[in-house]
């Protein structure tokens, strides 16, 4: 079983609407859960932090459920800047960052 | 705001040749790290660096890979005989800085082709 399974996509979605990434992860152990983007050919960028509460910001929500092991993303009301691939991120500890990623799932909003 | 800055952003060698790529982490930042990622594929760990040395490291950074921060401000990844796989994008990163959140803050990257 892979460390950081996500559906790769790609997701194709008309701008305006609300879409859904999942993604689980093998190790009970992980500490830390991470949603990363990831323009073309660009360095990762932290989207946000997940916490068991579940979080948001903005147009954002993550949710993580430790029990399935398993990490969400929704982003409602999508824009054409949306667009990019959204990197599930589990890390063991926390003050040494060993992340490990995903794989991605590709997003194009169409407008 | 804050960046990492990494030089070169595209290198071109030749198998079997060294090359050094090069980082400036966030400077109050106290954790140092490189990940690769092979084009098409996933982001992957390659070594993280505390207190002047490895903290750890994956089974990806063999002999032929080494780390040295040569000064105060400069993080370097040398690869000493390169081969056709080690083709990717190298992010270096760093963290642990006043207020440490667990945010890896990546350099834009150094492109790895090698011929």
């Known amino acids: 079983r892979k460390e950081v399974e996500q559906d790769p996509g790609p997701f194709n979605v008309p701008e305006g609407a609300t879409v859904a990434f999942n993604c689980t992860y093998s190790?009970?152990?992980?500490?830390?859960f991470f949603w990363y983007r990831q323009d073309c050919r660009k360095e990762p960028k932290l989207l946000m932090s997940?916490?068991?509460s579940g979080n948001e910001d903005g147009r954002f929500t993550a949710q993580l459920n430790r029990a399935s092991q398993y990490i969400s993303l929704l982003i409602r009301d999508s824009k054409l800047s949306d667009s990019a691939t959204y990197l599930c991120?589990?890390?063991?500890?926390?003050?040494?960052?060993?992340?490990?990623f995903g794989t991605g799932t590709r997003l194009t909003i169409i407008p | 705001e804050p960046e990492v800055t990494q030089t070169p952003s595209h290198q071109v060698t030749q198998m079997g040749q060294e090359v050094i790529l090069r980082c400036v982490p966030i400077?109050?930042?106290?954790?140092f790290y490189w990940y690769r990622q092979i084009l098409g594929q996933k982001v992957e760990f390659l070594v993280s660096?505390?207190?002047?040395?490895?903290?750890?490291k994956s089974e990806i950074f063999d002999d032929q890979f080494s780390v040295e921060r040569p000064d105060g401000s400069n993080f370097t990844l040398k690869i000493r005989s390169t081969k056709l796989e080690d083709s990717a994008m190298y992010f270096c990163?760093?963290?642990?800085?006043?207020?440490?959140?667990?945010?890896?803050?990546f350099g834009e990257g150094s492109r790895l082709t090698v011929l």
């Open positions: 990163a760093s963290s642990g800085g006043v207020g440490n959140t667990g945010e890896l803050f």
């Open positions: 190790n009970s152990a992980s500490q830390s």
């Open positions: 997940v916490y068991s």
């Open positions: 991120v589990v890390n063991k500890r926390f003050g040494n960052e060993k992340l490990t």
């Open positions: 400077s109050n930042h106290l954790y």
């Open positions: 660096f505390y207190n002047n040395e490895i903290s750890e």
